[in-house]
């Protein structure tokens, strides 16, 4: 049996530049249909800024910032892709405690 989802997830992109160089990230969320919003402040957040601006998505693509405060506060986050390789800025601990699925980019770096 198909699960129907009734809602878009909701993705919030707060690395910087995302997309730029490269849009084909930003088409394929496109094209999927994802519900997205791109870091307004076009550069690296706090960590009380992520948290105000993202607490209510679903999703996280993350760059570097520290992303704690924001697990914390969320009630609808499911998971973190980290751009690139580190893990340093996510919670690991907290993830799982909380059931947030983490992963990264590994070849990001390198496109």
Do not use: W
């Not at 129907?4 to 394929?28: C, M, N, W, Y």
């Not at 992520?50 to 679903?58: L, P, S, V």
């Not at 800025?89 to 699925?101: A, M, Y």
């Amino acid at each position: 049996m198909k699960v129907q989802h009734t809602e878009t997830p909701r993705i919030f992109i707060s690395t910087i530049p995302f997309g730029k160089v490269d849009p084909s990230p930003l088409q394929a969320l496109d094209k999927s249909g994802f519900d997205y919003s791109i870091n307004p402040l076009g550069r690296k957040l706090n960590a009380e800024e992520i948290a105000e601006i993202a607490r209510g998505y679903d999703a996280l693509i993350a760059g570097t910032e520290d992303t704690a405060q924001l697990i914390q506060v969320s009630t609808n986050l499911k998971i973190i892709s980290r751009v690139g390789i580190g893990l340093d800025s996510v919670p690991l601990e907290l993830c799982k405690t909380r059931g947030i699925t983490v992963c990264y980019t590994p070849d990001a770096v390198a496109m």
